[in-house]
Structures are given as structure tokens and as C-alpha cells.
């Protein structure tokens, strides 16, 4: 097996060297000769390099029954749905990549049915990617489905699992895939003929991977627990860490030995089959710190990953280092960590036909991804797309032809290391760009970008696999601060003009209206609640109380909040028919 895992490791490395920089000096890390000599022989994006990368996944959608997945019994191959025609992507740099949709375009979603039983239109957005057959394809997890990609120009192709399905993962070989459903259903796909090999239901995932054969899926899960899935026989072995499991690794040389990243400040290995715990960083991490005695101390691990070409343990999290354990098989020593300015929540490993060249893929929490050589040098880099550090999401996977898919807040790029150039699929959307408004007919979005804000709506019919907004035009004002709806299928979206509100009705079915300017000063921080469904009330800083109603169009002040101190809250009170203010320290008021 390890001959085996090595040769996989070796192919896909040809595709993803790269020229590595020394952090310090900018010298180069890998001399030009063999670096260019290698470079050569590089396929392109979507060529068909002989295996698949290694690649990453995070864990659910739809598909067999429960029981079938209970008894792990195979069912019908996957039918996949179409999708709208192919739409170009953004070209970008790696330097300067952006969350940013354009404004222009429409934004492009499914119509799906809720658990309450009405349709809603649910933009497509990426949770995890991993590259499939010879590379030329790829899958991407979301919240509508299990979607099949051109590696090349990133379009759908189809969709292949309703959605949503909280994760994918795929064997290093990319003959076969897996997905992961709410309830930790799980499906084992063989590609391309899309049948079912197998299917589970474990503790649900957080993190999910293949083994380097392709013959074992690893879970690590919030419910303390590293589970193994045997492919072929769908069962499962079970192991009780004591602590949350962030990230899996299947050790190549070891079936049945899994590394793990935890929370209890380290990361560690077990053997599932027998049941045991065999290797644990604290007790070198704790020696080192003694010799060295730094001012940090290790913290929760968020990822883990392990390279059989140099024999390294890899793992990160909150403490912002990458550490590495040297023969882990022998006398396991540890190396002083790699500082990389973020709290460490992805790794892909590894990149480099030889030792010296070998690398990871290291992701940290501004939504930043680093190419670091396992001797401490740093390659380069994507993003960061964040201004600062935060619990912001973000999955790699390592593609044949030396390419980088990264799926950042549901976005998703495809990041050449050796060009800089980040190209970005027109189709997915990170939630956090999108203000939307859902009612029972339809969904409206207003989407802002360079000072234009473009109003969208999609009506709700039947369910679809693959639909897109209308573009209803331009707001006539400035931003977008509110968006109310009224029970009549009306909405009053508020915006701004010469320091005042603006208010641009949006009637059911209907065009936009001609805007509405208000006295109401438009200082950022009021407050908006609903009284009934055809009032809305807002609260501007200054104690003014307004407001708007559908019928008839407009804004009217009914008082002024007198008090002082924080407002805490803004509602209508009912039983005294006014609107109730509360303040922290001072209790409430109420106006008129």
C-alpha cells in the first residue's frame, strides 16, 4: 500500500511544483533549472493529467433512503440535471481576489422546496470542491446540490444531488467521490458511471477524507468521534477522541491508523480497527516549549495532514503556527512552527516530486491560502479576501495540472500558483454579499458593487435545478439600508438621496416605482420594526419616529424618543398601541 500511495503522491506532485520564495531573503527556493525543467511538462487547466490531486472536503444532500444507507445497500446510479448555459468567469489576480458579485449579473440559484412545504429560491453557493476522473471535472457541494464542473471554464454541467450537501471528498485517483447528507447520511459514488458503491449514516461531519488507496473514507466529527468507512463493505469503525475532531487524515502507510486535529490543543493519531490512541503532540509540543519557552502555547488544531514522501505530521489552528513532527515512525521530534499571521483552519497536502521540494497548501482565517515548503520557505500566495482575521470558511483542493480550486465563504476560484491569475465562477454566491427579501411568490435581492445598487427578483414556481434572477433595474439613490415587505406582496426599499430617506416601492409582480424622498435624516443607525403587515416603523439616532406604510406610499414622523442612553430596542407594543423603546440602564419609553 505504501508503494501504492507514494506513486499516486509522485504523479500529482508533477502538476503542482512550483518556484518556492524564502520568506527572509526573497531568494529562490528551488533552483531555476529543475524548476523550469518541469514546468515544461505541466498539462493546463483541464487538460487530462493521468490521476487526480489529493483533495478536501467538509461534510451532506440527497439521494437513497435512510435504511439503504443504514444497510449500506447500493441503489440507482445518480440522474443528473441540467443547468443554464455556460457563463464566462472572472479573471482576476491571486493578489487581489473579491467576494464582490457583479451588480449586473444575474445571481444564480435553485427552487427548492422547504421543510414547510413552499418553494423558495436558494442562491447557489460552495461549501467544498474536489477534482474527479482525470481532473478535467470537478464537484462542488453547496447549498443546492452536488454540482459537476468543467475544470477548464469552471461552468456546471449538471447537478448531480439535490441539495444541500454539506460536503464532498474524493479519492486520490478520482475514480470515485463522496457526499455527505443532513444526519451524517453519507454516499460513496464510483465515477463515471455515478452508481452508488456504497452508503453509511455516522456521526454527522465536520471534515471528511479519503484514504491515499481509495479504500476507506475517514469522518472526524463534533460528537468526539473519528470514524472509518470501509468502501467495500460499508461498514464502519467507530473511535471516542473525548474531544471535538476539526479535521481527519488517513495515514497511507498505516490502514486503519487516522491523524486527527482537536480541540483539546493538539493533534494526534488513532488506530480505529484496534481502538487505541498511538501518537499525541502535546507531550513534544510541551518539551519544545521548554527549551524554547515562546510566548504562545499551543491551541485548539484545526487541521492535520500528513506526507509520506518526508515522513512529516503537519497540523494548525487558533495559534496561528504551522507545526511539523519528524519521523513520526521512528524517534518523533518536533520543528519550531511557521508562523502564518491567522489562525490555520485548512492544509492540502503536498506539492514537489522530492523531498526538498515538497509543500502544503495552508489556509488561514482572513480567507488567505499560502503555499509553504515543509523546510519553513514560503511559496505563493491567494488573498487574502478579508481585511482581518475571523471564523470565515474556506476549503482547498489540489488539481493535476498545478492549479488550486479554493472555496472561500461559498465562492469559488480556481487559483494558478505559477501565473497569479484567480478565476472566479460566475455562479456562486457568498451569502454575506446578498441583502434578499423572500416572500411566499417571490425573492428580491439588492445587489451593491462599485456605487450601483441593481434590484433582482425570481418568482417562485416549481422546483428547479438551476434558474436566475431578473434584473429589475437600478435603485435610484444611494446604497440600500432597508428592505421591508408588507402583507400584500409589497416592498418599500429604503435607500438615500441628499442626506434624507428615500423610499422606492417594489409592487408585487410589478416594476419599480417612481422614488419617494422623506424629511427623515439619513444618519446611519436607525432601527426598523414591523407593526403590522402594512406598517413598518423606523427610528432614526436622534429620537424621531416614522412611519411607512404600503397604502398610501410614503413616511410620516408620529414622535420623538426624548430619552438618552443606548438604545437597546425599537418595537410596536401592542397593548398600548405605540412604539416602545428601550434603553440600557433607563428601561423603556414609548412614542407617540
Known amino acids: 500500500m505504501r508503494t501504492q500511495a507514494l506513486g499516486l503522491l ?28 518541469l ?63 457583479d451588480s449586473r449579473l444575474p445571481i444564480r440559484g435553485a427552487l427548492q422546496k422547504q421543510a414547510s412545504g413552499k418553494t423558495r429560491f436558494v442562491p447557489h453557493a460552495a461549501t467544498a470542491a474536489a477534482p474527479i476522473g482525470d481532473g478535467s471535472s470537478f464537484v462542488v457541494a453547496g447549498a443546492t446540490g452536488l454540482w459537476q464542473h468543467d475544470t477548464n471554464t469552471l461552468a456546471k454541467r449538471s447537478r448531480l444531488v439535490p441539495g444541500p450537501v454539506l460536503d464532498v471528498a474524493a479519492a486520490p485517483d478520482g475514480a470515485r467521490f463522496a457526499y455527505t447528507l443532513s444526519g451524517g447520511r453519507v454516499r460513496v459514488v464510483e465515477y463515471p458511471s455515478l452508481k452508488q458503491r456504497t452508503a453509511a449514516t455516522v456521526d454527522v461531519p465536520v471534515r471528511m477524507r479519503f484514504s491515499a488507496d481509495g479504500k476507506h ?32 487524515f488517513p495515514l497511507p502507510d498505516r490502514p486503519g491508523e487516522v491523524a486527527y486535529a482537536s480541540d483539546d490543543d493538539e493533534f494526534a493519531i488513532v488506530d480505529v480497527l484496534k481502538g487505541r490512541k498511538v501518537f499525541g503532540s502535546e507531550p513534544l509540543v510541551e518539551r519544545w516549549r521548554s527549551t524554547n519557552r515562546p510566548f504562545f502555547t499551543m491551541r485548539d488544531q484545526q487541521a492535520v495532514a500528513y506526507d509520506p514522501v518526508t515522513k512529516t505530521l503537519i497540523g494548525g489552528g487558533d495559534d496561528n503556527m504551522l507545526w511539523r513532527v519528524d519521523d513520526l515512525r521512528g524517534a518523533p521530534s518536533i520543528r519550531a512552527p511557521i508562523e502564518l499571521g ?12 522530492t523531498a526538498v521540494d515538497r509543500a502544503a497548501y495552508v489556509a488561514v482565517d482572513d480567507l488567505r491560502v499560502r503555499a509553504v515548503a515543509l523546510d519553513g520557505r514560503l511559496g505563493p500566495q ?55 427579501s423572500a416572500l411566499d411568490a417571490d425573492t428580491v435581492y439588492v445587489l451593491c458593487d462599485t456605487g450601483v445598487c441593481v434590484v433582482h427578483r425570481v418568482a417562485h414556481g416549481a422546483p428547479a435545478a438551476d434558474v436566475e434572477t431578473v434584473i429589475l433595474g437600478e435603485l435610484p439613490g444611494l446604497g440600500m439600508r432597508a428592505m421591508l415587505p408588507f402583507d400584500n406582496g409589497t416592498r418599500a426599499i429604503v435607500t438615500s438621496k441628499d442626506n434624507k430617506l428615500r423610499l422606492v416601492y417594489l409592487g408585487p409582480g410589478g416594476a419599480l416605482e417612481a422614488p419617494i424622498d422623506t424629511p427623515a435624516d439619513a444618519s446611519f443607525g436607525e432601527k426598523y420594526a414591523r407593526r403590522d403587515g402594512g406598517t413598518h416603523g423606523c427610528m432614526l439616532p436622534g429620537g424621531d419616529v416614522y412611519e411607512i406604510t404600503a397604502s398610501p406610499r410614503g413616511a410620516r414622523k408620529v414622535g420623538t424618543a426624548a430619552g438618552s442612553g443606548p438604545v437597546s430596542s425599537f418595537d410596536w407594543d401592542a397593548a398600548s398601541k405605540r412604539w416602545r423603546i428601550g434603553r440600557r440602564g433607563h428601561g423603556f419609553e414609548y412614542v407617540p
Request: charged share 15%; with cysteine; proline share 9%.
Open 39 to 101: 514546468m515544461k511538462g505541466l498539462p493546463g487547466p483541464g487538460s487530462s493529467p493521468p490521476t487526480t490531486g489529493p483533495s478536501l472536503g467538509v461534510g451532506g444532500g440527497a439521494g437513497a433512503s435512510e435504511a439503504e444507507a443504514e444497510a449500506g445497500e447500493p441503489s440507482a446510479p445518480l440522474a443528473p440535471e441540467g443547468a443554464q448555459a455556460e457563463r464566462q468567469p472572472v479573471h482576476g489576480s491571486a493578489k487581489e481576489p473579491s467576494l464582490s458579485l
Open 342 to 353: 491567522g489562525n490555520v483552519v485548512e492544509i492540502a497536502c503536498c506539492a514537489g516530486l
Open 217 to 248: 473514507v475517514a469522518f472526524g466529527s463534533e460528537s468526539d468521534t473519528v470514524t472509518l468507512l470501509d468502501v467495500a463493505t460499508g461498514k464502519t469503525h467507530v473511535f471516542d477522541t473525548d474531544e471535538d475532531v476539526n479535521d481527519v
Open 382 to 436: 491567494f488573498g487574502p479576501l478579508m481585511g482581518s482575521v475571523g471564523s470565515f470558511k474556506i476549503r482547498i483542493a489540489l488539481l493535476p495540472s498545478g492549479d488550486v480550486l479554493v472555496v472561500p465563504q461559498g465562492t469559488l476560484y480556481r487559483w494558478g500558483p505559477r501565473t497569479g491569475e484567480a478565476l472566479r465562477s460566475s455562479d456562486y454566491a457568498a451569502p454575506s454579499t446578498l441583502s434578499g
Open 10 to 37: 509522485a504523479r500529482v506532485a508533477a502538476g503542482i511544483l512550483f518556484p518556492l520564495v524564502l520568506g527572509a531573503s526573497g531568494c529562490c527556493g528551488c533552483p531555476m533549472g529543475l524548476c523550469s525543467s
